[in-house]
Each structure stands twice: as C-alpha cells, then as structure tokens.
C-alpha cells in the first residue's frame, strides 16, 4: 500500500495486535478472470513459521479457492473517519482521512486434513465464543459436524510481509492535531472515538 513514512506502523506486536482484533478481513487474490476477494473471519497464529500463519475456512460453493493463483493478499480494517481542515483552525489546509489498515502478503495452503480442518473450525468457536456470558459449545462429536467439514475447505496463509500504516494526522503540528482529538471526541460515531482515542495515544 501506499506508506508515507509518517504513517508507518513497524512495530510487530501491534500489527498482530490488530489483526487479532479486526479479524473480519478481505482475503484478495488473483483468479481465473482476474482479482477475486473474500470477506471472511481470520485466525491469527503469531507463533507460527517465521512471521506467523493466518488460518480460516470458506464454503466449498465458493469458487474463490479453486482459483487462487501465486501469493495472497489480506487485508484488515480499522476504524476510519473524514477530517475536516475546518478543525485545525489554520490556513492551507485541505481535508482528508484517517485510518487504521494492516495489510498481510503470503502463501496460500489449503488444508485437507480432517483433524487440522476441525482443528480450525474448533479455535474459530473457542475465539469468538470465550467473551461471552454465556459461550456456546462445540461438540465435535455431533453428527452434523460431518456434513460441515464437507460444505467447508480450510486454509492457512503463511505471512511473508507485513505492512501497516495509522493515518493520524502526524503530517501535522501537535496543536493541530490536539484540536483534531476535541473534535472527533465532540461526536457520537464509533469511527470517531476510535480514531480520536488512536490519536490520543499517539501524542501521550
């Protein structure tokens, strides 16, 4: 992605970090009529290989992994807000937009293993079901569960480059940025808090 110097986010623990907490991703590659995505729940498995291993699963009926051709593309999503030049309160200045993205390159696998595949769907449950009050269970003993690994194909992406860029305003002067905060702070939208808090950080 484009990656001004400003914007970039190096640090690896906090890309992992994101990625574990935006993980309804895009997953882009190149297919038989060209670019093809999926929009799909992703596993992160940061010990895994070199840089880590993303894992997940789609329907069989998906055309899309059937096609994969080369290398992958996923890309992951934050909150992300317009900036209005009205609220630096200083000349020359245009508007704009902040947000968070990280975008993972890699090898795609599929998975065909029985085990590993309900391996996967297994730690998918355990992931989204563990902070609720009341989680529901997995029997991966119920006869269904046969037909499920039938309808789905499994996969794991091994991650060979990591970029991520936090687009906060840091082309700007402190003040600047601090009305900036006030600003998104004064509205009642959740991309708004997000970036404003994001932004908060970055100038504690």
Same mark, same amino acid.
């Given at each position: 992605?484009?990656?001004? *110097? %400003?914007?970039?986010?190096?640090?690896?623990?906090?890309?992992?970090?994101?990625?574990?907490? #935006? +993980?309804?991703?895009?997953?882009?590659?190149?297919?038989?009529?060209?670019?093809?995505?999926?929009?799909?729940?992703?596993?992160?498995?940061?010990?895994?290989?070199?840089?880590?291993?993303?894992?997940?699963?789609?329907?069989?009926?998906?055309?899309?992994?059937?096609?994969?051709?080369?290398? /992958?593309?996923? /890309?992951?999503?934050? %909150?992300?807000?317009?900036?209005?030049?009205?609220?630096?309160?200083?000349?020359?200045?245009? %508007? *704009?937009?902040?947000?968070?993205?990280?975008?993972?390159?890699? +090898?795609?696998?599929?998975? &065909?293993?029985?085990?590993?595949?309900?391996?996967?769907?297994?730690?998918?449950?355990? *992931?989204?079901? #563990? #902070?609720?009050?009341? %989680?529901?269970? @997995?029997?991966?003993?119920?006869?269904?569960?046969?037909?499920?690994?039938?309808?789905? /194909?499994? @996969?794991?992406?091994?991650?060979?480059?990591?970029?991520?860029?936090?687009?906060?305003?840091?082309?700007?002067?402190?003040?600047?940025?601090?009305?900036?905060?006030?600003?998104?702070? +004064?509205?009642?939208?959740?991309?708004?808090?997000?970036?404003? #808090?994001?932004?908060? &950080?970055?100038?504690?």
């Amino acid at each position: 992605m484009y990656l001004p *110097t %400003p914007f970039a986010e190096t640090d690896t623990n906090k890309l992992y970090n994101f990625m574990h907490c #935006s +993980s309804f991703a895009v997953l882009i590659s190149q297919g038989e009529n060209g670019p093809i995505a999926s929009h799909l729940p992703l596993l992160l498995d940061a010990q895994a290989g070199s840089k880590g291993h993303i894992l997940g699963h789609m329907a069989r009926a998906n055309p899309h992994w059937r096609q994969i051709e080369g290398d /992958v593309l996923v /890309v992951y999503s934050g %909150p992300h807000v317009y900036i209005s030049p009205s609220w630096y309160e200083a000349e020359e200045t245009v %508007p *704009t937009w902040n947000y968070v993205a990280v975008h993972a390159y890699g +090898s795609f696998h599929l998975v &065909e293993d029985r085990e590993e595949l309900l391996g996967i769907l297994e730690k998918s449950v355990q *992931t989204y079901e #563990s #902070s609720r009050p009341e %989680p529901w269970s @997995f029997d991966a003993s119920a006869g269904y569960v046969e037909k499920l690994l039938k309808a789905i /194909v499994g @996969f794991r992406i091994e991650i060979t480059r990591l970029e991520g860029k936090w687009k906060l305003s840091q082309n700007h002067l402190e003040e600047r940025r601090r009305r900036v905060v006030l600003a998104l702070e +004064s509205q009642a939208d959740e991309n708004s808090n997000g970036i404003a #808090s994001l932004m908060r &950080e970055r100038l504690a």
